[in-house]
T-cell receptor, first 115, second 110 residues
Framework: DTGVSQDPRHKITKRGQNVTFRCDPI?????LYWYRQTLGQGPEFLTY????????KSRLLSDRFSAERPKGSFSTLEIQRTEQGDSAMYLC?????????????FGPGTRLTVL | DAKTTQPTSMDCAEGRAANLPCNHS???????VYWYRQIHSQGPQYIIH???NNETNEMASLIITEDRKSSTLILPHATLRDTAVYYC???????????FGTGTRLQVFP
């Protein structure tokens, strides 16, 4: 399968714990995006990378959230001191930067439940 | 905030055309109209995008009005597998984020 993969698919944690999610983009896609989706809402943008550089962060990304893409390939999203309001689906997407190609390919998401 | 307005839900009979409208009255000259859909428990999937001309691909057709203030996504022969939430998004091409609204929940029935 050459699509975007995310791990884990489901995570249940207790309030106050730290969690880390991983995203593996499609090979050679140099743009990588993180979104968050709560029930009944469309996905909300969190942050994106061009190669290893983090180019934009949403105000939704509080100081408890950090994202990295150290080698310009896979990315991790860490949430520290989780809160019940962090319960959501976390989606990763990737895209190439080729002229005429402007499609973001989404992974299946990681569903986080904070108890 | 999303720059588009879509109906909350629509129904369509299997085999019939599904026509999903979208209003984007404040669209700028350099903004494209994109459509994505999200089948239950999956990530969103790109469908089509266009600037001002009508576009067609293997999945759907996109009809954009001459004043570009609205558009319609057409699924020519809807199947049960087309049941999903459909999002209309306006955005400058090759920019960064997608801004999703709440979309239209399309239910295709037998």
């Amino acid at each position: 399968d050459t699509g975007v993969s995310q791990d884990p698919r489901h995570k249940i944690t207790k309030r106050g714990q730290n969690v880390t999610f991983r995203c593996d983009p499609i090979s050679e896609h140099n743009r990588l995006y993180w979104y968050r989706q709560t029930l009944g809402q469309g996905p909300e943008f969190l942050t994106y990378f061009q190669n290893e550089a983090q180019l934009e962060k949403s105000r939704l990304l509080s100081d408890r959230f950090s994202a990295e893409r150290p080698k310009g390939s896979f990315s991790t999203l860490e949430i520290q001191r989780t809160e019940q309001g962090d319960s959501a689906m976390y989606l990763c997407a990737s895209s190439p930067t080729l002229t005429g190609v402007d499609e973001q390919f989404f992974g299946p998401g990681t569903r986080l439940t904070v108890l | 905030d999303a720059k588009t307005t879509q109906p909350t839900s629509m129904d369509c009979a299997e085999g019939r055309a599904a026509n999903l409208p979208c209003n984007h009255s404040t669209i700028s000259g350099n903004e494209y109209v994109y459509w994505y859909r999200q089948i239950h428990s999956q990530g969103p999937q790109y469908i089509i995008h266009g600037l001002k001309n009508n576009e067609t691909n293997e999945m759907a057709s996109l009809i954009i009005t001459e004043d570009r203030k609205s558009s319609t996504l057409i699924l020519p022969h809807a199947t049960l597998r087309d049941t999903a939430v459909y999002y209309c998004i306006v955005r400058v091409i090759n920019t960064d984020k997608l801004i999703f609204g709440t979309g239209t929940r399309l239910q295709v029935f037998p």
